[in-house]
C-alpha cells in the first residue's frame, strides 16, 4: 500500500502562486510515477502534471508554462509549483502514485481556488 498526503491548496488571486505538496509512505519501491490530477466543479479530472521515476515530466495543456512538477526523493514528496494562477484553475487537485501491477492510489485531495 501507499498513502499520499497533501498539502498546500488555498485561495488566491489571479496572478498568484501556490505550491502544492503530496509526501507519501508506504511501499515507496513500488511507485513507477507520481502525479497531480485536477477536477473542477461539473467537470472531469484531468491532468495537471506527472513525473516518473527517471524523473521525465508531462504536462496538461492548459498548465504548460505555468506549473512545474518536481520531486524530493529523499523525503518522498512530489512538489507543484502553480504560478500565473487563472480563476479557470479553480478545482481540487489530487495526487497519484503510480505503482507496479497497474496499482493506483490517490490522495484526498485538495482545494485550490482562485478569484478574479
Known amino acids: 500500500q501507499v498513502q499520499l498526503v497533501e498539502s498546500g491548496g488555498g485561495l488566491v488571486q489571479a496572478g498568484g502562486s501556490l505550491r502544492l505538496s503530496c509526501a507519501a509512505s508506504?511501499?515507496?519501491?513500488?511507485?513507477?510515477?507520481m502525479g497531480w490530477y485536477r477536477q473542477a466543479a461539473g467537470k472531469q479530472r484531468e491532468l495537471v502534471a506527472t513525473i516518473s521515476k527517471d524523473g521525465s515530466t508531462n504536462y496538461g495543456e492548459a498548465v504548460k508554462g505555468r506549473f512545474t512538477i518536481s520531486r524530493d526523493t529523499a523525503k518522498n514528496t512530489v512538489y507543484l509549483q502553480m504560478n500565473s494562477l487563472k480563476p479557470e484553475d479553480t478545482a481540487v487537485y489530487s495526487c497519484?502514485?503510480?505503482?507496479?501491477?497497474?496499482?493506483?492510489?490517490w490522495g484526498q485531495g485538495t482545494q485550490v481556488t482562485v478569484s478574479s
Open positions: 497519484k502514485a503510480e505503482a507496479i501491477k497497474r496499482k493506483n492510489y
Open positions: 508506504g511501499l515507496i519501491f513500488s511507485i513507477n510515477a
